[in-house]
């Protein structure tokens, strides 16, 4: 498997930089090798290519709707929306509606040139109107991870003519062009976000993508039919025009096995989320694709202003008490890696190695730590007590949402092992309700959450650990954590003139907040791909994973 | 293919074959299953006296191993020792099993012999009340009321109690109407028996006996769907050993450790199978004395 290691700017890097992408690319590679997270195939697929067809793909997760802030809707509207831009394997961003752009000296206004003679599937033109319609509805609250993206950057927008959109931000915002090429910033026709519902437009938004949203079957599957005018691939595409399958029915099989066993059974052609138990037999049948999610990895946040992680020196403790590896490559069966980051993901650029090896497993000192903490007594079960109060942890994670089956049985594996040093950890798996109605979102509901936040690049660092205060809230720092100080750091590397200079500092950041062991890593988030060797071509992007059928073909 | 004719002399040879007893006329499945309960009894008291290891201690050194010496029932994926989670999740398995049985019984019994007894308006109610319920699957109504209240024991317990209470309900309204018309309670009424009296001392204890064996069946079948809800991941939360919970976690590796379904697929079928066993014994028994 190829490493896919995105970046943000398409600006030359320093050789310090190179050197460490080199480095980060050969570490991948090797963890990848080992994971086994090469693409194999066990029969040859060398037939006459067919154009037509229906592709067949089961998916784990399905959302409320298509379009939307999460990743899983991210995936779906991936199909039917255009971005302004996309990211490529090797980490520069290439044109996609926008042609080419260029940035004013001060950094402030960019200017986009789109592709002429575009138009949504329902017909409405994509001018640069529309692209700034577009802007001012994610604004607008139209999408909140866009805003947690670029709401604090974006100013203003305008069509300066039809093919010629300004937008102009309010700081310099060194990721911006890497943060338009995920899948919630694709453009969506501003006569259906106009005269449409928001329930319609979430449901099957207007695109001017290769395919369309056809019939949605809640609980099974939706059908994504093929724009026949489809002319605004990205550059990074295979082909240009529109795609080669006439539809591709994305199915929802939740049940790991059941999941796998339709792509065995030849039930569908290809699944995503190819359950760890499988994927050697996976790999040795089909073709299979893993992606290393940039961003923040799957990791524990722990609560800083409420219960016992407020003292910095139980969450270190906690830290060292397990021995995360182990507890990871065991309940992943060494396909998933570990990440002792817990900010930021390996696959992102400016990842700071040195912070994955701040708290290896040592239980002397998180014995040591604990002690200095006062936590000095210990029950009749080995918990830990300090006034009579055991040192009782309850995290909370979003079972089969955010956290896999495997992910599960991470934690648990956890959860024995810090028993060691008097920790007694209770497990909470949330439902996906639960979770995202914000039931688990006040420091009094929690101790540690498990999450991830996927992005391509590390201005991530803003989006979790922004200061929330009452005057601006920042409901994705789920650590409570404040800091001023390192706040300050993050800022300067997303507003840096280059690539180089926002790594540095966003290494620099990561540092500061792992000497605080706010977040515990555990592991990356990944997307991966099996599919039957007789269709080809289908890829997952290289921002945060989306798989992509545009390209995708039948061989006889 | 043979043609099979019943005759008169074919019942007795198979009632001599199923009557086949130990201990004085005990049925042998009768002792069999009294001897599966006793074991199962003895792991919900006391777990320690049939196994000396942790059912949460891990060791990820031992992922995954096969049922040995070592290991009678395999490792899960954590390398916890399968044998030892059995054990001790039948407290968890029984009690959702009692439990739920005891709390559609409470309630069978409540609407069963209000519809018996209460006149024609509400038994009409009662009836209409439990035609509808009796429209929604058991599993479906405890799936409903799992997601709006979570996983848990008591939520097990609640869901599967609810679900199975109509059935109990319109089986208790039918033996108090039999019971209700019976010259013995006629008789009582005709002494100068008080309604209540009469309610107590002849109704309610002729109408429920039945229902003992019938107590014992809805243990084993309490426990079969509470499973059938873990499975769907509506039971216990990991990485507690209740018997669902442990099906649940085991259907991810069933292509490749078949011990981690079937151990605890076993436990379930064995006590159910005896609390099922005992359940006709005992009811055997009953009608046989019934005056």
């Not at chain 1, 050969?26 to 229906?54: F, H, I, N, P, R």
């Not at chain 1, 001017?208 to 605004?232: C, H, L, M």
């Not at chain 1, 969450?315 to 980051?341: I, T």
């Amino acid at each position: 498997m190829k490493n896919r290691q995105p970046a943000y700017q398409p600006t030359s890097r320093s050789k310090a930089v190179k050197a460490g992408a080199v480095a980060s690319a050969a570490a991948l590679s090797l963890l990848l090798a080992a994971c086994g997270g090469q693409t194999t195939s066990a029969e040859a697929g060398t037939g006459e290519k067919v154009d037509g067809g229906t592709i067949r793909y089961a998916h784990l997760q399905e959302p409320a709707c298509v379009y939307g802030g999460w990743i899983q809707q991210a995936f779906l509207s991936r199909q039917v929306l255009d971005s302004l831009v996309s990211q490529t394997e090797d980490g520069s961003i290439v044109a996609w509606l926008a042609e080419k752009w260029k940035v004013s000296e001060d950094q402030l206004t960019w200017t986009f040139t789109l592709k002429p003679g575009l138009e949504f599937t329902d017909g409405t033109p994509l001018d640069a109107q529309a692209v700034s319609d577009n802007f001012e509805f994610w604004q607008g609250g139209g999408n909140g991870t866009v805003q947690a993206h670029i709401g604090d950057y974006y100013s203003s927008s305008r069509a300066i003519d039809a093919t010629t959109l300004e937008v102009k931000l309010s700081e310099p915002f060194a990721p911006f062009l890497s943060a338009l090429s995920q899948g919630y910033f694709g453009i969506q026709s501003p006569t259906a976000l106009e005269s449409r519902s928001e329930a319609e437009n979430c449901e099957s938004p207007i695109g001017s993508g290769p395919f369309t949203v056809g019939e949605w079957k809640r609980g099974q599957s939706i059908t994504f039919n093929r724009n026949d005018a489809y002319n605004s691939a990205p550059q990074n595409a295979k082909h240009q025009g529109p795609a080669y399958v006439d539809s591709v029915v994305w199915s929802f099989i939740q049940d790991n096995t059941s999941r796998f066993g339709s792509l065995a059974s030849g039930e569908s052609d290809a699944i995503g989320e190819v359950p760890t138990v499988d994927f050697d037999t996976a790999k040795a049948q089909f073709d299979v694709q893993q992606f290393l999610t940039p961003g923040r990895p799957v990791t524990l946040s722990l609560n800083t202003v409420e219960g016992p992680f407020t003292d910095v020196k139980v969450r270190q403790a906690f830290a060292y008490s397990a021995d995360r590896k182990a507890v990871v490559d065991s309940a992943f069966l060494g396909v998933v890696p570990f990440e002792g980051n817990g900010t930021v993901s390996s696959s992102t650029p400016g990842y700071n190695p040195d912070v994955a090896a701040d708290y290896p497993f040592d239980v002397e000192k998180a014995n040591v730590l604990l002690d200095e903490a006062g936590w000095t007594e210990r029950s009749a079960e080995g918990t830990r007590t300090k006034d009579g109060k055991e040192l009782e942890i309850k995290i909370v994670f979003g079972l089969n949402s955010i956290v896999t089956a495997e992910g599960a049985t991470a934690l648990q594996n956890l959860q024995e092992q810090v028993k060691a040093t008097g920790f007694k950890v209770t497990l909470v798996p949330a439902t996906q309700a639960e979770l995202f109605s914000g039931q688990f979102s006040t420091p009094d509901s929690y101790d540690a959450q498990l999450g991830y936040w996927t992005s391509p690049h590390a201005g991530i660092l803003y989006i979790n650990f922004r200061q929330n205060t009452e005057k601006k809230p920042n409901p994705a720092n789920t650590t409570f954590y404040n800091n001023a100080k390192i706040e300050d750091v993050i800022l300067k590397a997303n507003s840096a003139k280059t690539t180089a200079e926002a790594n540095k500092l966003y290494g620099e950041a990561q540092q500061l907040l792992s000497d605080e062991a706010v977040a515990v890593g555990l592991y990356t988030q990944t997307s991966s791909v099996a599919s039957n060797p007789k269709v080809k071509d289908i890829w997952l992007e290289a921002s945060q994973g989306e798989p992509v059928f545009h390209d995708a073909y039948f061989t006889e | 293919m043979s043609t099979t004719t019943f005759t008169p002399g074919k019942p007795e040879v198979t009632a001599r074959t199923f009557t086949a007893s130990l201990l004085g006329g005990v049925p042998v499945a009768a002792v069999i299953s009294t001897v599966v309960l006793a074991f199962f009894v003895i792991a919900a008291l006391a777990p320690r006296l049939l196994t000396g290891a942790d059912p949460l201690a891990i060791d990820l050194g031992a992922a995954l191993q096969a049922p040995s010496s070592d290991h009678w029932f395999g490792t899960d994926q954590s390398g916890r020792d399968l044998y030892t989670r059995v054990v001790y999740g039948t407290r968890e398995s029984l009690l959702i099993g009692l439990g739920a049985t005891g709390l559609a019984i409470g309630i069978a019994a409540v609407l069963g012999v209000t519809a018996g007894l209460g006149g024609r308006f509400a038994d009409g109610l009662i009836n209409r009340g439990l035609e509808v319920l009796f429209a929604f699957p058991v599993l479906l109504l405890a799936m409903l009321f799992v997601t709006i209240y979570g996983p848990s024991v008591t939520t097990q317990i609640v869901a599967v109690g609810l679900g199975t209470a109509p059935g109990y309900a319109r089986m208790i309204r039918g033996q108090v109407l039999a019971v209700r018309n019976s010259g013995y309670v006629e008789a009582a009424h005709g002494l100068g028996h008080s309604r209540w009296q009469v309610l107590r001392q002849h109704v309610f204890p002729n109408a429920m006996r039945p229902l003992i064996a019938v107590v014992t069946l809805g243990v084993g079948q309490s426990i079969v769907w509470a499973s059938g809800l873990a499975f769907l991941g509506l039971g216990v939360a990991p990485p507690s050993p209740e018997w669902g919970a442990l099906l649940d976690a085991g259907r991810m590796f069933i292509t490749k450790a078949w011990w981690l379904e079937v151990m605890p697929g076993l436990a379930i079928v064995a006590l159910a199978l005896a609390a099922t066993s005992l359940g006709r014994h005992l009811q055997t028994k009953l009608e046989g004395s019934q005056p």
